[in-house]
């Protein structure tokens, strides 16, 4: 008898699970593989100096790695590669840090929504839950799309729609797919390993060894990470420091275990050098939240068994802190700041940072005297009461709360307006003019300006004249509820509140429920998370985040979750009900994919077309006007198509765009682009008009006080107004404001006035100045300044030779 050949090993599909897939070889090989060939082409490009791809071909296979130790759960490592990958995602093609991480996030969701409904087709029996958010969910998506009503674009504001639909349906399939508390942890790791290494990449720029923002070395201000700022990377820290407790406190494994205490020490340390006082405010919320939630529930006599590890953590962390503090202090050593100086430059302790020192030390008080609050918790509550009272009668009565509350008080005056409250101000504005409604979801970045003038003239307005002035656009509120109140009005706050209202049910629920200590405690750090976020979006807008929206709706999903309990509505759909559902999930899955495709294509038009018409490429056009078919911002497209065409002095084709961009992307600066091109024409009147509103805006003051009064001068001289020009370019004059160019101008006016020998004067001192820069500017210097005083030269000398 022969023997039979033996088949070569090859990948198993279970045919009545289509979403589980076996490999031919063990994990710990798939392991060793993946991590050796992703070592060796890394190394192949660092070689190179070629680093974005080194980067790349590292995160790919670090990504592989989440899938292989998910197997055969086919959906759960897809869901671990978006969770570690997301955050990690650096745009290099883009000029905005958000969009690709959306699409990426957009695309993933998709891949496993597809993969979701085949499984379902292939299931005898389709049975899913529906969480308890659906209702409420429904309901603030109605309130959404009510508002888009009052909406400036119907057309531009109307995807927000579908991402939140998208976003709702994400959290239903993690509530569905997580099934065991193990898978929770699962999760939660990813992302708490993918934040772990953005804290390092932060803080190798914050001690200089990277460069960060805008090439800066070192320091808060060069933070940076892979999130596109240090205060997003913030709040996301602060929402997953509670389940990084719980996976430290309940993992069994020593090596986890090690991994879950070095991640919470350099969070904590990151927060120090992130020093975002809405984070830390979230932090301290969110650690009370887990310990009301774990006395609430019993569970505080678990935590004092763990108290060894407990006070691991308070070692750990003091000994990280410490660290961080030194290598601050030898860093500042070898630059000109002191010690002093260094204190005050990051506010190492400012009140909100007691504050969430008090909150750890809170935390760290309820690890060791788990106990004794467990049995006496009227006396514990009584004794906390007395203390809290005691420190703010302190803080009013005793010397040294006199002195710390002077410098509170100090602080608070000295960030108003890095609190932003000036846009809160001009969002309330919004919401009056519409207030049951509002103005339609998206449309406050394009409503701010108008409304900051309006602002400006209320009795409140010139306390805040420092804080809103400046050409940089204003997309958010700084404050969500704030701005849902202006967008989409008391239905969309009265949604709003429903919601949280529904999260706040099921987290009683399921914290008060009986069940495993195991559950209980994932459900309080993922509802301390919650309420991490909703405590940063009274200072910030994490809903428009895609990372921290991302950590949000995997909080919702854990809590909302079967490995929590089921407890919720059960749906169970016969064969023909299974085939409709995954039907409408796959369409839906492949025109998100194919609308998240082509937003990237569009991004990426837009970043080279931006690119190549600032290298003074005029290709560049062409990649807008692309980007502008295909739904890339169409008003940011036509600003930059505009300003384009106005520095190329073709000012019809300017104005055209500029007119188109207004509504969708008003700038200060379109105003004054406008008004040049109206003087052009000779429209002096729309000219003023357009700088009188520009003025009203209270605008940058390089704006405000050169640019505008210069275009003034020239408007007056071109209306046969000399005696308004020329006072105006005489007080430009004495600020150094482009003298060579306004001696020319002074030289134009005293001509028309008939005036040769001034005019000759004002052209001598204009060719003076002009010479003496091009030697200062030598052969080497900035080609298109030594071009522009070439030009300017020879238009002097053609006048000189005319008089």
């Known amino acids: ?45 660092a070689a190179q100096a070629d680093f974005n791809p080194a980067y790349l071909v590292v995160l790919t296979g670090t990504s592989l790695l989440w899938l292989v130790w998910a197997l055969p759960n086919v959906p759960m490592g897809l869901a671990a590669i978006l969770f570690f990958a997301q955050p990690l995602v650096i745009p290099m093609l883009s000029s905005d840090a958000s969009l690709p991480k959306l699409i990426f996030t957009i695309l993933m969701i998709s891949l496993m929504l597809a993969l979701w409904a085949a499984d379902k087709i292939l ?67 990813a992302i708490l390993t993918s934040l772990l290494l953005s804290a390092i990449f932060s803080q190798l720029q914050y ?25 997003y990377l913030a709040g996301c820290l602060a929402y997953l420091y509670p389940a990084g407790l719980i996976l430290y406190f309940q993992t069994k494994s020593r090596w986890l275990r090690g991994l879950a205490l070095t991640a919470l020490v350099l969070i904590f340390a990151t927060l120090y050098a992130i020093d975002s006082d809405s984070a830390w405010l979230a932090f301290s919320l969110a650690i009370i939240t887990l310990l009301a939630g774990l006395s609430l529930s019993g569970e505080l006599i678990h935590l004092h068994q763990l108290r060894a590890r407990g006070l ?40 909100v940072t007691w504050i969430a020192l008090c909150a750890l030390g809170l935390l760290i008080l309820f690890v060791l005297l788990g106990r004794s609050i467990h049995r006496h918790p009227r006396r514990w509550a009584v004794a906390l009461s007395i203390i809290i009272g005691i420190a703010v009668v302190g803080a009013g009565m005793t010397p040294i709360g006199k002195v710390v509350s002077k410098r509170a008080e100090k602080i608070a005056a000295q960030n108003t307006s890095q609190l932003r409250a000036q846009f809160w101000w001009v969002a309330y504005g919004i919401f009056k003019d519409h207030p049951l409604i509002g103005t339609g979801l998206g449309d406050y970045k394009r409503e701010y300006l108008a409304y900051k003038g309006q602002f400006l003239q209320t009795p409140l307005g010139p306390h805040f004249i420092n804080s809103v002035q400046g050409e940089l656009p204003v997309s958010n509120a700084h404050n969500e509820f704030i701005q849902l109140g202006a967008e989409m009005g008391i239905l969309g706050l009265l949604a709003v509140v429903l ?13 008060g429920k009986e069940g495993s200590a195991e559950k209980r405690w994932l459900a309080i750090g993922s509802a301390a998370g919650i309420v991490a976020v909703i405590v940063d979006s009274l200072f910030s807008f994490p809903l428009h985040l895609p990372t921290n929206a991302l950590i949000l709706s995997l ?43 082509r937003a990237w294509i569009a991004n990426r038009d837009f970043s080279f077309g931006q690119a190549l018409l600032g290298r003074g490429d005029e290709r560049g056009a062409a990649y807008l006007q692309r980007s502008i078919a295909m739904g890339r911002s169409p008003g940011e497209a036509y600003y930059v198509l505009g300003f384009w065409n106005f520095n190329q002095k073709e000012y019809r084709p300017a104005k055209e765009f500029l007119e188109k961009s207004m509504p969708l992307y008003p700038r200060e600066y379109t105003y004054f682009m406008l008004a040049a091109i109206a003087g052009q024409q000779g429209d002096f009147a729309a000219a003023q008009r357009l700088l009188d509103t520009l003025l009203a805006f209270n605008p940058d003051p390089i704006l405000k006080n050169k640019e505008i009064p210069y275009l003034q001068a020239l408007l007056f001289n071109e209306a046969g107004q000399p005696e308004q020009a020329i006072p105006l370019l005489e007080k430009l ?27 000759r004067e004002e052209i001598q001192l204009s060719l003076k100045l002009i010479e003496d820069e091009l030697d200062e500017i030598g052969i080497t210097g900035d080609p298109a300044r030594r071009k522009e005083l070439l030009d300017l030269q020879k238009s002097a000398q053609d006048e000189l030779r005319q008089l």
């Open 1 to 45: 008898m022969k023997n039979k050949a033996k088949s070569a090993p090859t990948i198993q599909i279970n045919k009545n699970r289509f979403a589980e897939l076996q490999l031919p070889i063990s994990k710990k090989s798939a392991t060793i593989s993946i991590g050796l060939a992703t070592f060796a082409l890394a190394s192949v490009f």
């Open 123 to 189: 299931q005898q029996k389709c049975v899913f839950q529906l969480t308890s958010l659906i209702w409420p969910g429904i309901g603030l998506l109605s309130a959404a799309t009510i508002s888009l009503i009052n909406s400036i674009s119907f057309i531009v504001d109307f995807p927000y729609i579908p991402l939140i639909l998208y976003f709702g349906l994400f959290i239903l399939l993690l509530a569905n797919l997580l099934k065991e508390p193990g898978q929770v942890r699962f999760l939660l790791g």
């Open 207 to 231: 001690f200089g060894l990277l460069a960060g923002f805008q090439g800066r070395f070192g320091g808060t201000n060069s933070i940076l990470s892979t999130l596109g700022n240090r205060n």
């Open 312 to 351: 691991a953590l308070v070692c750990a962390t003091l000994a990280g802190v410490g660290l961080f503090f030194a290598g601050t202090i030898l860093w500042v050593t070898k630059t000109s700041l002191t010690v002093s100086q260094l204190i005050s430059t990051f506010n190492l302790f400012t009140p």
């Open 499 to 511: 919601f949280i209202g529904a999260i706040a049910q099921r987290a009683v629920r399921v914290i």
């Open 555 to 597: 909080l919702l999903g854990v809590l909302c979750s079967e490995a929590m309990g089921r407890g919720q509505r059960v749906i169970q759909l016969r064969k023909a009900g299974a085939y409709l559902l995954a039907g409408i999930l796959l369409i839906v899955a492949l025109a998100a994919g194919g609308i998240a495709y």
């Open 733 to 759: 004059l004495a600020i150094g404001y482009q003298p060579e160019k306004i001696h020319l101008d002074l030289a134009d006016i005293y001509l028309k006035e008939k005036n040769p020998r001034s005019a």
